[in-house]
């Protein structure tokens, strides 16, 4: 990472990255669900009382989308951005709530050089997002390719 960017080459199996965290506010999922996911439990924090979650929640996408900003805030940049390749096991073991603040844990699973493509490789990696308590909630796995410096 020489030159403030991360490669392929400055990944390896274990490596773990811890984010920096972010707060969010009754107006923030209700401004995100009015927009990607109108659910009531989502909008209304009044009739969200009466759901099976008992009070306003955010959606899952509103969670994912956080933590792609904590991502990006945090973990150093890869050369010509950090772009997905797939996501293969998401899940939301908890809800988030309204005041609750989530770091992001990623956790480097595996690599793997790509033929077709020398330029970049490809990383899997275990991102798990907490909340003030320490409590998941939610878990990912995802394949990431990475520029490689040799290329």
Known sequence: ????????EGLSIGQKFKTS?????????IAYA???????????????KHSIFGGLVAS??????????????????????MIGRAIEKIS???????GDTLTLHIEVLEKRELEKTPERGLFRTKN?????????????EALVFAPRKSS
């Open 34 to 48: 009015r927009q990607f996911d109108p659910q009531f439990f989502h909008t209304d924090p009044e009739a969200a």
């Open 21 to 29: 965290s972010i707060t969010v506010t009754e107006e923030d999922i």
């Open 60 to 81: 899952g996408w509103h969670t994912s989308s956080l933590t792609m900003r904590m991502m990006t805030d945090s973990i150093p940049p890869m050369k010509g951005g």
């Open 92 to 98: 939301w073991p908890r809800a988030v709530r309204p």
């Open 128 to 140: 798990t997002v907490l909340n003030q308590k320490g409590e998941p909630v939610m878990e990912m």
């Open 1 to 8: 990472m020489t030159d403030g960017f991360l490669y392929f």
